[in-house]
């Protein structure tokens, strides 16, 4: 049995005997199998993942990708955001080529997919999903037997691949148990492992802190940031908003089967408004004050209160953009939205005039999932 050297589903699909060596079938539901392949279509740009127009609907009916259209800048760690159903690993699968698109186009390193998964798998290290593993075998065994599955990886330095995959993701000691043995945890690290093996262009991790537990999560954001380091793509799906800002420059986010947004993770995140927190062991009368100017959503807590700025801070992002251009300090005009530069030392100033203790002031930088909120009125929940 010839597998591709990678893990998971992939190597189910694309590890037909021989696979590797000849091009796949164009698969029925592509446009014109003519040569200027869809390629042309979307290349033209440093792009390690670019898809126009993707989608996926299942036999059943289901909708799961919807006119995907992303891109994935060379050199990035992208992370690939979206509650549990949104369409992530069904979009994986599309560029892995592992199943077929009902329509759109694909590129994969420049190449089209499903089309070149032939050339295209080779260059990349991928992780779906749950790897598959050989239960009876240890997890070194495993990973011996994928790099023989390689074609391109030389059998004398074998031993030092797999033992240098097996250290990487922390699995040295634990390397003779066999798979079936094996914690959700260490089965993840070992698919990790097998899609180390080689430096690839591309590493695309399907949830790849999946059943880890926050050290092992740890550990694996600083092999992401070290592999990236060494000048590989990383392209990872996470319904874990903390942990694409941790990790990621860029990022896209799923909903429904549809992509929000994209962008860097600084720009996604700046999208967010900041709340204001306020400190102090006078709470109800923090409220009562920050009610009277404004301050929406105000959350009492225990010694605390949140609140959002709302109209008051709004314009921080579209006037705050022209700082500098208005003629005078006109500070007289609070109405129609002053930015929350503006706005927050009259707060400050006027919780001390009534009194109120407080211990610390200030915007809290919105995250990820507020902007996610923000951009779909949703929740980060399951879709139905
Ligand atoms: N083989 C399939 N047949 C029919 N529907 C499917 C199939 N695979 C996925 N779906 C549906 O497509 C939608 C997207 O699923 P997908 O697995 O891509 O989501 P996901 O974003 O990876 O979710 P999770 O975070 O839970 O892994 C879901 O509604 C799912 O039920
Ligand atoms: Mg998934």
Redo the contacts with the bound molecule.
């Keep these: 049995m010839t597998k591709a050297p990678v893990t998971g589903d992939v190597t189910e699909s694309a590890g037909g005997p021989g696979a590797e060596q000849r091009p796949a079938p164009a698969p029925s539901t592509t446009t014109s199998p003519s040569s200027p392949s869809p390629a042309s279509v979307v290349s033209g740009t440093d792009d390690v993942i670019r898809t126009r127009g993707l989608t996926k609907r299942f036999r059943g009916g289901q909708l799961a990708v919807d006119g995907l259209d992303l891109s994935v800048p060379r050199g990035s760690v992208f992370g690939f955001l979206g509650p549990?159903?949104s369409g992530?690993?069904?979009t994986?699968r599309m560029l892995m080529g592992l199943i077929s698109p009902t329509s759109g186009v694909a590129t994969v390193l420049g190449e089209p997919m499903p089309q070149s998964v032939a050339g295209v798998l080779p260059r990349v290290g991928a992780l779906i999903?749950g790897p598959a593993l050989y239960g009876f075998l240890s997890g070194r065994d495993n990973l011996i037997r994928f790099d023989a599955a390689d074609p391109t990886a030389d059998p004398r330095t074998r031993r030092h691949r797999v033992e240098t995959a097996l250290e990487r993701v922390g699995l040295s000691a634990a390397a003779g148990k066999k798979a079936r043995a094996y914690s959700l945890g260490m089965k993840q690290r070992l698919g990790l492992a097998s899609a180390l093996l080689q430096p690839r262009e591309l590493l695309v991790l399907?949830?790849p802190t999946n059943g880890l537990d926050p050290q092992g999560m740890r550990e694996i954001r600083a092999l992401v940031r070290e592999v990236a380091g060494e000048g590989t793509t990383v392209f990872l799906?996470s319904?874990l908003l903390d942990e694409i800002e941790q990790v990621c420059s860029h990022a896209a986010v799923m909903s429904r089967g549809r992509l929000v947004v994209q962008g860097t993770v600084a720009e996604l995140a700046a999208r967010a408004q900041g709340r204001l927190v306020v400190r102090t062991p006078d709470v109800a009368q923090a409220v009562e004050v920050l009610a009277a100017h404004q301050v929406g959503s105000l959350l009492p807590g225990d010694g605390r209160v949140d609140g959002e700025l709302g109209a008051l801070g709004s314009s921080a992002g579209t006037s705050g953009g022209t700082s500098g251009g208005t003629s005078g300090g006109t500070s007289g005009g609070t109405s129609g939205g002053t930015s929350a530069e503006e706005a927050l030392p009259k707060l400050c100033a006027a919780l001390v005039e009534a009194g109120v203790r407080v211990h610390g002031f200030g915007l809290e930088r919105g995250t990820l999932e507020d902007a996610f909120v923000a951009l779909t009125g949703e929740g980060f929940d399951v879709a139905g």
Aim: aromatic share 0%; glycine share 10%.
């Design positions: 549990n159903g992530k690993t069904t994986i999903e399907d949830e799906s319904h």
